[in-house]
């Protein structure tokens, strides 16, 4: 865990104000590829401002921000992209009503031809997108024209994580991906995650769910109402130091009931 | 194929042609009536393929009518009043139309405002427009054109018996609106416009650009009716084409077009035009009573959006959903129902 | 599931609602191959439906003898020459044999009938459109109507030489052709007898909206207190502009192109100075039966041009006119 020492991205000192409140107050972060960063709090900690900072919604209101050691300003969720930063949203962060290759390749379509005869090539992109499911362990699909709202919450997310994977994010960044699945899907979902970080991404993973985050995390750190209160690495914190520190976490009843279903459920995906 | 957007929209056009068929027999099938409801088809088609494009993005154009009018008085006005030749008139009145479009788009993307109110605010303040520069340059409300025999015969001539040119004018867009839809990378950024705006521009879709250039298309698409109508009929009023406001937004729907947008096909609004011109076309064959016209018009019209709904809700759940989903063929189908059993 | 099921059974509700209405008498019967077929083309407002009475009792004797009796409505007066000429289409593809039409767009509506006529059907005008058929541009077996220029001039010289020196024309729909020869020769007829005349216009969809009309009479009045008179189109407008008045207490006099029960009353009342009649109930009797006469028996009348107007409703004639109002036939 600790080869890398260039962070690929690093947060210094953000602070974003709105209106006369402050959502973060001179936060300090470091993502690093090949792990993933758990971003812990409760609703209104600041860990949605923190990401849209980093996803080129908001800009801060004082900090420096540097990619590969330049320092450099993130202006728009489209420079977010050209940087390689990815954000997939709590429901899937895809469009619902069209098929998995439409949604899949949205602004980045293949084509096929020259000039003004181009055509978008969907027969291979339903191939590629069939693929790249199929290889992210959503076996189901094996017509791209499917419609992406008729797969379950779970397929959604992990198809957004495909995609991002595809089309070669640098930093993956998930905002409450399992705050609305159920357990299994939860399992599929954090198992994906790790498969993106093996594969060299910097993960941010955002969440107030404890026990999905020790599941997968290498790197802590807790927000409690804008302000960064604690940062640390795996193995260094028991859950329960981690609850406690985060005001307002999980009853302890809800989390031995997850943990059980969670050491149940594992085994049917080998 | 049952999941595509078409398909409801041929059913409900497959029954307007059985009900028709039945209480209008035996003239709805004869060559006249059907001219009447495919010119019908046609003349509404060429604002409402646009329009559908319009709406598949999300947007709403209520301005159309209003439109169309400025693009058939300023031919109108040009050729008819004063003089000049036809190959000046008739394209001034599509890039009129086409200008009001653009600055449809340019208010939408600019202000944030609605497409709603800023469509309906061009509606009104372009019909007065119209009206006030048609007062003022020939106080009168309708003008009268001369067209010249090369327009009349393309745009305004027939191609058998009573079926219009305008058909073979929307066979053309048809294919155009089809192509940019089905076989282009715009109509999949016009999809996800109308999906997810804001997903659309993070995935780096130009939203600015297309939701301008949309607007233009139905402009240009109002005006080029319009001026096709000054070349059938001769002649154009300043209060034309208020209908199609209403007409268009509902052959879009029975099209199968969601009102909200990112959803629909060109194809689909093909049977949608052809089932609400039949509808309203087939009621004169049936020799009911005309005070009942509009309601049959409204159920009919009720009853092809509702199975049209159904029929999109069928397409969503077209794959599986339930939340446990066994990684290997090999299990046999008994465990899955006991699993579903205890999900529950 | 629910939705689903609830969205079908509704399908079918709607269904066996239109089938049975259809079978329980909007549907007619077919009379024998070779049969006369009369049709008349008419609008759908208020106007229309006394005109369609007319027909409608002409077109039931139509039946009675043995013939084909079919109204075609025209939903509204946006786009009347496109609109029209596609109505005289369907009237041909309805194997009419005879075709009673208002003729307000000559330019549109004179090739259409020509086209109609080649088709061997017979053409018949009413309501409006004299000129046209004066001068050539139209040609038809015969006209049954008045003259909504006539008409409008009526209206102003009767206004002028009533009491008004300042009049105005309400107009509701201000694209629409006939209207604008309404207006047009009210401030003829007015000026003609030394008033002063001109026009409201009101935005082109406040066709029977009380409150847009309402409004817009007070700001005039406001802006313009020596306005003493104004005419409108519809008993409907008319009503609102009452109201109008009623609300800034003006004495202005009020007048119009068509007649209600309300109308009427307050004629008697001496609270409207006249109604303009053209007898529309008259116009669509005509139309029909003189034209399935002609396709029957080849019968015309000496006169192919009946004028049923303009006919002045004042306070000496109002009461005799009143029970024919109430009851749909003028």
Redesign the interface.
Known sequence: MTEQRTPYIGLKNITKVFGGNAALKDVSVEVYPGEVFCLLGDNGAGKSTLIKVL?GFHQPTSGIIRVEDRELEIKS??D??HLGIS?VHQFG??????SLE??F?????P?KGWGPF???DRKTAKEIVVREMQEM?I???TDGG??V????G?ERQVSAIARAVYFGAKVLVLDEPTAAL?V??SAHVLRIIMEARNRGLAVVLVTHNVRHAMTVGDHFAILIRGEKTDDFHKGERTREEITDLMAGGEAMADLETELAELSGART??L | MT?RPEFAAFIGLLFVVIFFGY?GWP?FT?T??T??WL??AA?LGLIALPVSLVMIAGHLDLSV?SIMAAGAMTYAILTGHFGLPDYIGLPAGLAVGTFFGFLNGLIVTKTKVSSFIVTLSMM?GL??LV?GITRLTTS???V??EVSEMVRSTFGGRLYK?FENAIVLWVIMAIIVSWILY???Y???V??LG??KT???????PVERVTIGLFMGSGFGSALLGIT?VA????A???????YVFYSIIAVVVGGV?LTG??GSPIGVIFGTLTFAIVS?GI???????????L?LG??L??AV??N??FR?L???????????P?T?KEPAEIKVTQEATND | ML??KL??W??IA??A??LL??NTG???D?PGAGAKHVCAIGG?DAFFAVVKNGADLAGSLVEAAGS?Y????L????????DM??LI??A????CTTLAVPVW????QA?ALARATKADVKVFMYNSGLPLLENGTVKAYGYYGTDEYKAGVAAGEYFATHGSSNVRCVNT?????NW?QRCGGLIKGATSKGAQAGEI?L???SFGDAAAISSAVQATLAKDPTIDGFATGSSADADAVNEALKVMGSKAQTGGWDVSVNIINRILDGKQLFAVDQQGWYQGWLAVSHAWLYDQFSILPADPVILTGPALITADNAETVLSGVEDGYR
């Not at chain 1, 962060?93 to 069209?98: A, D, Q, S, V, W």
């Not at chain 1, 709202?149 to 379950?152: A, E, P």
């Not at chain 2, 004169?284 to 509009?294: F, R």
């Not at chain 3, 041909?92 to 194997?95: F, S």
């Open positions: 996803s969720p489209r977010a992209a954000t962060g895809t469009f619902p009503l069209m439409r949604s390749f949205v602004g980045l379509e084509t181009k055509v978008f362990g076996t189901g699909v499917q419609l709202g008729s797969l379950s779970g159920g299994k899907e049917t995906y | 999941r209480f003239v004869s006249l009536v001219a009447s010119n019908v003349e009518g009104f019909r007065g009206f009168t409300v309708l009268p054109v009573t076989k282009t990378k109509g999949n950024w999809l996800a999906g997810d997903f659309a521009r993070a995935a780096g879709v109508q059938l009929y001769g002649s009023q300043v209060s034309a084409g208020q209908s969601l990112g959803y076309q004169y064959s049936t020799g009911w009573d005309s005070d009942w016209a509009s049959i159920t009919l009720l009853i509702i199975s709904n159904t809700q397409a969503l759940s077209a794959g599986d959903k339930v939340e446990t989903k990684t063929s | 939705h689903k969205n079908w509704l399908v709607m269904l609602g239109l209405s259809a909007f549907a007619k077919a759908a084909k079919t109204w075609i409505a939903p509204n007066y946006d786009n009347i020459g496109p000429v596609k289409e369907q041909v593809a309805l194997q767009d000559g330019a549109a090739p729909q201000p694209g629409a052709v604008q216009i935005p082109a969809e």
